[in-house]
């Protein structure tokens, strides 16, 4: 009986080991759920959806002229994601519109009873996201004309999923549109939108052979590779383009809804012409065409590596001089080609007058430069302000976006002065901020923009 009873004992002490083995086990299982890292979420979680895009500077600024008080509004974005991407689409972005709010502060400021008003009258912008996926960003800027502002458009486009900027391809092939179907599209829109503007003055104050050549320009290929596609925040495909001159210079930019336009009905009147002039001017664009529609048709979401070179490339070829910009480009290269040659015939010669001493005359060539150093303040402006920024980041090991030591706070870097002759440096300040009531200076770095040299100095 006794020994039954310690069995028994024994058994049952047995089972209760074995559940909380098994109990253990599975709290081990639930704490062991794949962290955000390997699963994605925390990096999802990391997003604030409903501040993807914030103010990285925002001024009211007042001017007067003629007696009246003129007030603008100054608003420039950021891209409010952590990674490397978004912190130099910043960058881009803070080098495109800064120093016009710079400009416009120093007018506000300088005291004058009459300042008159700036040459860029407001910045804003605006941003949409799609699927939480698909970041499009627009900035706006107004510039001041003699007859009417003229507003100049930028649009950037950014993947949250693969933390990536997205290409032109990438936008439109994400809708399943071909380039072909795209750019058809584009070129309908851009003649609607020429003759909507100026047609009532063709054969009355404009020539119909200027309107046709103009046309021509503005539904080339290059200049609807040039355009940027995007999705509005009713989820319309829209695209941003120029409208060109008869003499190929840009009227200002257009904002088109590809969905919602309305043909003109003189498109029929002269597209048999203008379909011949831009004819002409497509075949020099017939490699990066052929590029561009590659890049769409391979397109696959969330896969852009394999498409995003060729794309960049023939994104870039609009932007390029027009024809005589590119003679002028060749006849520069002409002149360069016969001092290289002056300096080898030399070196040829040297060896047969000193034979003992072939390897000199070849290593004296390569050293002179290390030798004869050009003195800093000789050295020329070329460091740019998105390196200028990273130098300085560096230098203060302080990163956008990182977190600062005050709960809620991010620190974030920005260009306060661009580099001039007189003062070759960048200004760059270092602040730590909430992104919504407080801002504050904890340090500036004085980057000379030839050597990439970095000073910094903290503010108590």
């Known amino acids: 009986m006794a020994r039954r009873k310690s069995v028994r ?34 990096a999802a979680q990391t997003i604030d959806f409903e501040h993807v895009v914030v103010d990285a500077y925002f001024e009211n600024l007042s001017f007067r002229e003629d007696g009246h008080e003129f007030t603008y509004s100054y608003r420039i974005p950021k891209i409010n994601v952590t990674g490397n991407e978004a912190a130099r689409m910043s960058y881009a972005i803070d080098d495109d519109l800064k120093h016009y709010l710079m400009d416009a502060e120093s007018l506000s400021e300088s005291g004058a009873d009459n300042t008159g008003q700036p040459d860029c009258t407001s910045i804003n912008y605006e941003w949409y996201l799609q699927d939480q996926t698909l970041l499009t960003l627009i900035t706006t800027r107004t510039m001041h004309g003699k007859n009417e502002n003229r507003d100049h458009y930028r649009v950037y486009s950014y993947r949250l999923d ?11 092939g994400s809708r399943g549109y071909s380039y072909r179907e795209y750019s058809d599209k584009v070129k309908e829109a851009l003649m609607s939108a020429y003759l909507d503007k100026f047609g009532k003055r063709i054969e009355k104050v404009l020539a119909r052979k200027d309107a046709v050549r103009a046309m021509a320009y503005t539904i080339s290929d290059k200049n609807v590779a040039a355009a940027s596609p995007f999705y509005d925040s009713e989820g319309n495909f829209c695209v941003v383009a120029n409208l060109v001159k008869s003499d190929g210079n840009k009227t200002g930019d257009m904002r ?3 969905e919602a336009f309305k043909s003109s009905k003189l498109i029929a009147d002269y597209k048999e012409d203008v379909d011949k002039e831009a004819a002409a001017l497509n075949k020099e664009f017939a490699d990066e065409l052929a590029a561009l529609e590659a890049a769409v048709g391979n397109q696959k979401l969330g896969e852009e590596e394999e498409e995003e070179a060729p794309a960049e490339v023939a994104q870039a070829e609009p932007q390029a001089p027009e024809e005589p910009v590119q003679e002028e480009q060749v006849q520069t290269t002409e002149p360069q080609a016969e001092p290289v040659q002056e300096p080898q015939d030399q070196q040829g010669s040297q060896p047969q007058t000193e034979p003992a001493q072939e390897p000199s005359p070849v ?40 977190k600062a030591d005050r709960e809620g706070f991010y620190y974030e870097t920005y260009i306060y002065v661009q580099p001039t002759e007189d003062n070759p440096f960048y200004t ?5 901020t909430n992104y919504a009531d407080s801002t504050t200076i904890v340090s500036q770095a004085l980057v000379d923009a030839r050597t990439g040299e970095v000073e910094t100095k903290d503010y108590q």
């Open 428 to 432: 760059v300040m270092l602040c730590v």
């Open 363 to 402: 290593q004296t060539p390569q050293e002179e430069p290390q030798q004869t150093e050009i003195p800093k303040e000789d050295r020329p402006i070329s460091l740019s302000a998105n390196d200028a920024l990273i130098a300085a980041e560096y230098a203060w090991n302080h990163f956008p976006h990182d």
């Open 9 to 42: 004992t024994l058994g049952i002490i047995g089972v209760c080991i074995a559940a909380a083995a098994i109990l253990a086990i599975v709290i081990h299982i639930l704490n062991q759920k794949p962290s955000g890292e390997e699963t994605g979420e925390d």
């Open 256 to 258: 088109i809804n590809l």
């Open 162 to 172: 693969s933390a990536r900027e997205a290409s032109s391809a990438t936008v439109i």
